[in-house]
């Protein structure tokens, strides 16, 4: 029987790529995000349904999971929205520190909150997917904003994956600097790429396809006793020290 999944973000970088592997698989997809245009054409490409959604408006991701539910219980509810803030202390404003914050963490719980229902209707346990940063266990200068946001994430997924047992269960990846459009400023800057992926054991910055196998299984039945994890995708950075 196909799945139904909804997934934030779906229209580029990791979210796009977990979309493909989805549909390859036979599962139907709906996507959600607020670029239009690239909304429009990832979902023409996959075959998939979508809801433009800015994730700061509440009541629109409420609808955007109104219309995910029009096509059947949700199975699978992937949150693959982020920042990449990069300032040091005395940089961040406090509009820095709410921005990250609302689009990773609150966005995220507001999601779940209006997929709950949809997810509690499907037969069998439903799966929800979040992503946090290698930066959340690791002490990177200039990250204490979006670490401090995906802390929360890591937060949240434990917490919920308690609450809204057995019947969904809550799973979250926490990569390191993987090349997507997001992280386009870091990575498109080749001295820059090259020194990061040297700090790991894998000597390589990560692509989306190394993400995007683990983030299916997770939303899938194959990893049914699987929930509260945070687990990296992150060429060991988060525990190999490859320079001393």
Request: proline share 3%.
């Amino acid at each position: 029987m196909a799945r139904n999944h909804v997934i934030f973000g779906g229209y580029g970088g990791v979210g796009l790529a977990i979309a493909r592997r989805l549909v390859a698989s036979g599962d139907h997809v709906h996507l959600v995000g607020r670029h239009q245009e690239r909304l429009q054409h990832a979902a023409a490409s996959l075959g998939a349904t979508s809801s433009l959604c800015d994730v700061l408006v509440p009541e629109q991701i409420t609808q955007a999971l109104n219309d995910a539910q029009s096509h059947g219980p949700i199975h699978g509810l992937c949150y693959a929205v982020g920042t990449i803030n990069l300032k040091p202390l005395a940089r961040l404003a406090v509009s820095d520190f709410e921005q990250d914050y609302r689009v990773n963490a609150l966005g995220a719980a507001l999601a779940i909150q209006a997929a709950v229902a949809g997810l509690k209707a499907s037969e069998g346990i439903a799966s929800v997917l979040l992503f946090s940063s290698v930066a959340v266990a690791q002490g990177f200068p200039a990250h204490a904003s979006i670490a401090m946001a995906k802390g929360a994430v890591e937060a949240l997924t434990r917490s919920l994956a308690t609450e809204l047992s057995p019947k969904i269960r809550v799973n979250c990846i926490a990569p390191s600097l993987t090349r997507t459009p997001l992280a386009a400023g870091m990575t498109g800057n080749e001295a820059m790429a090259t020194a990061i992926a040297g700090m790991h054991a894998s000597q390589r910055l990560g692509e989306v396809d190394d993400i995007a196998p683990l983030a299916c299984l997770l939303l899938g039945e194959e990893s049914g006793w699987m929930t509260g994890q945070v687990i990296g995708v992150d060429g060991g950075r988060s525990t190999l020290r490859v320079k001393g």
